[in-house]
């Protein structure tokens, strides 16, 4: 059956594959992003910027007329604007916490009372290791992305009975656009990987895909690290 899936951040990068592994299942990808780019495969793309309710919530109605019920939404749209604690601006704080924590809210609470009206659905969460494994330089994103465990803990009970689960992909470190200009820093890290070397956007997309399956059915709140290692023992 092709399923109606509703992915952020599909511009590029882990987005990009996630939409593009749920297309060659042949579901129905609805991409969202700020520049409303998306990989050729996706049936629909919205542009839409996370962080305003509104926006999200006129393209989740749209889908839904366009394609019904959603049964994947991979809420994976985020941003980083790193610097020292001591020194970040209101400014890096906010944009990080309103992207990638409020932006995340929104698309789930969007795309939640489908689900639940249709009795199953699957919402995933592109977490990341950094707030288990405290990453210097990141306090905003690692506060947004250890926000986000609490949120998909409580909206998992909130939504058992009915057949929706929720659950977290955190991604060590992936080779995209983000990560690409961390400079000497993205070495050190590198070299502290277990398995001794940097993740590929299809290997998150992968896990998604399966989170997102039957076979993950009775899988719900639960926090899977996809980081070759990096945080193993935290
Ligand atoms: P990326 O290559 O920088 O792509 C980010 C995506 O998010 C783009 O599609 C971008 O859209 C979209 N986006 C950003 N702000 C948005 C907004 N306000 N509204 C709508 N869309 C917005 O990043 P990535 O590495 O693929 O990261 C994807 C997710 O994985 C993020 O949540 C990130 O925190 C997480 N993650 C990544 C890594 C890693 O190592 N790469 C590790 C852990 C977690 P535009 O193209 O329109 O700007």
Same mark, same amino acid.
């Given at each position: 059956m092709s399923r109606h899936v509703i992915v952020t951040g599909a511009s590029r990068g882990i987005g990009a594959a996630i939409a593009d592994h749920f297309a060659s299942l042949g579901d129905r990808v609805v991409a969202l992003s700020r520049s409303g780019s998306a990989p050729s495969t996706c049936a629909k793309s919205f542009t839409v910027d996370v962080s305003d309710s509104e926006q999200v919530n006129a393209a989740v109605k749209a889908a839904i007329g366009e394609f019904g019920p959603v049964d994947v939404c991979v809420v994976n749209a985020g941003i980083t604007r790193d610097g020292l604690a001591m020194r970040m601006s209101d400014e890096q704080w906010r944009e990080v916490i309103a992207t990638?924590?409020?932006?995340?809210?929104?698309?789930?609470? *969007?795309?939640? @009372?489908?689900?639940?009206?249709?009795?199953?659905?699957s919402i995933i969460f592109i977490g990341s290791i950094s707030p288990f494994v405290g990453?210097?330089?990141? *306090?905003?994103? @690692?506060a947004a992305k250890a926000g986000l465990v609490g949120l998909a803990r409580a909206l998992a009970k909130e939504v058992a009975t009915r057949g929706v689960t929720v659950n977290v992909v955190a991604p060590g470190l992936i080779e995209t656009d983000m990560t690409s200009d961390l400079g000497s820093s993205k070495d050190q890290m590198a070299a502290m990987i277990p398995m001794g070397h940097t993740g590929q956007p299809s290997d998150i997309a992968g896990v998604v895909g399966f989170l997102a399956s039957s076979q993950a059915r009775y899988i719900t709140g639960a926090v899977l690290a996809v980081d070759g290692g990096l945080a193993l023992g935290y």
């Amino acid at each position: 059956m092709s399923r109606h899936v509703i992915v952020t951040g599909a511009s590029r990068g882990i987005g990009a594959a996630i939409a593009d592994h749920f297309a060659s299942l042949g579901d129905r990808v609805v991409a969202l992003s700020r520049s409303g780019s998306a990989p050729s495969t996706c049936a629909k793309s919205f542009t839409v910027d996370v962080s305003d309710s509104e926006q999200v919530n006129a393209a989740v109605k749209a889908a839904i007329g366009e394609f019904g019920p959603v049964d994947v939404c991979v809420v994976n749209a985020g941003i980083t604007r790193d610097g020292l604690a001591m020194r970040m601006s209101d400014e890096q704080w906010r944009e990080v916490i309103a992207t990638d924590l409020d932006g995340a809210f929104y698309t789930a609470r *969007a795309t939640m @009372a489908s689900m639940v009206r249709a009795r199953q659905g699957s919402i995933i969460f592109i977490g990341s290791i950094s707030p288990f494994v405290g990453v210097p330089g990141q *306090a905003n994103y @690692a506060a947004a992305k250890a926000g986000l465990v609490g949120l998909a803990r409580a909206l998992a009970k909130e939504v058992a009975t009915r057949g929706v689960t929720v659950n977290v992909v955190a991604p060590g470190l992936i080779e995209t656009d983000m990560t690409s200009d961390l400079g000497s820093s993205k070495d050190q890290m590198a070299a502290m990987i277990p398995m001794g070397h940097t993740g590929q956007p299809s290997d998150i997309a992968g896990v998604v895909g399966f989170l997102a399956s039957s076979q993950a059915r009775y899988i719900t709140g639960a926090v899977l690290a996809v980081d070759g290692g990096l945080a193993l023992g935290y």
